[in-house]
């Protein structure tokens, strides 16, 4: 009777060991740095808010966020962000800040990249859109980056506001200065005439999320129904079990998607650029598209 004989494993050498893992982490990097940068994730929330007029209700928002544009973000992708955009046909976009990246190359590189960033942009075909200035924006120069979007029809809410109306109805839309490079004044951005309007409610832009703390503590920010930001990148590479490995300041504590502070909601967009080094791991870049709806209809 012929018996089966087992050949005992061969021993994982060092050698063999070191070159799998070489070829995990790069196929991990091609991954991080080609595909899931690269990968659009349009979200779609639903936006309670309380006395919205019943013009407003069913409209979509569509939020883009940190493009940092030509430092790893090409202009190409630009390009593929505001087809998908178009492709949403949403009632406004909203831009909250960081179009270009204060880094190691000379500012005017990246003053020269804000203007080729509003000329993709007003490829977008909606006509009501809006901006904030991101950190990264003001460190290059607020003036340069304003002047570049306002020339290519995006107007800048620099602690200000516009009133948004449609059908007999009006609801405000506020921007601040970036808190952490520049000097936000909500008080202005929100003035005392138009806080507690009833059915006008304020909607503000803030490019860094753990403002809202600060924010609370003014009479402009109790005014505030709902506040979209980015800054955080959503953590941009993160961990499994851990979580992000970088998370910028102000911008450690509400780090992406919803947040509640009573009758305020926050929601945090992952933008879609990256800074650092050209990654994304379990973070892909988003468009967030917000339909807007009555808090009541939400009981």
């Given amino acids: 009777m012929a018996v089966a004989q087992i050949s005992p494993h061969r021993p994982i050498t060092r050698r063999k060991f070191l070159k799998s893992s070489l070829i995990a982490a790069a196929g991990l990097a091609i ?4 595909i899931e940068r690269h990968y659009i994730s349009v979200t779609q929330h639903v936006a309670a808010i309380p006395g919205l007029p019943p013009a407003f209700e069913g409209v979509r928002i569509a ?8 430092e790893f973000t090409e202009p190409l992708f630009v390009e593929h962000v505001v087809k998908v955009v178009n492709d949403q046909n949403p009632d406004y976009v909203l831009l909250t800040g960081d179009y270009v990246t204060h880094g190691f190359a000379p ?5 020269g990249a804000a203007w080729q960033c509003a000329n993709i942009l007003r490829n977008l075909k909606c006509p009501q859109r809006y901006a904030i200035l991101g950190n990264h924006d003001v460190m290059i120069g607020s003036k340069i980056v304003q002047t570049a979007f306002a020339d290519n029809g995006l107007p800048m809410l620099v602690n200000s506001c516009v009133p948004l109306e449609r059908a007999g109805g009006r609801i405000w839309l506020a921007g601040i200065d970036d808190p952490g490079a520049g000097h936000p004044r909500p008080n202005l951005a929100i003035p005392e005439a138009i806080r507690g309007i009833p059915n006008e409610p304020v909607v503000l832009l803030s490019h860094a999320p753990d403002y809202v703390d600060q924010l609370l503590k003014t009479p402009g920010g109790q005014a505030v129904s709902l506040m979209l930001s980015g ?5 941009q590479v993160r961990i499994p079990l851990v ?20 009758k305020m909601q926050l929601y945090v967009n992952r933008g879609l650029g990256t800074v650092g080094l050209p990654f994304r791991f379990n973070c892909p870049p988003e468009i967030s598209v917000f339909t807007l709806r009555p808090a009541e209809a939400e009981a």
């Fill in 31 to 34: 991954y991080a740095g080609e």
């Fill in 107 to 111: 500012k005017r590189f990246a003053r």
């Fill in 63 to 70: 939020q883009l966020s940190d493009i940092h544009l030509d």
């Fill in 243 to 262: 979580g992000a490995i970088y998370l910028p300041e102000y911008g450690r504590k509400y780090v992406r998607g919803w947040f509640r502070f009573g």
């Fill in 231 to 235: 800054h955080t990148h959503g953590g």
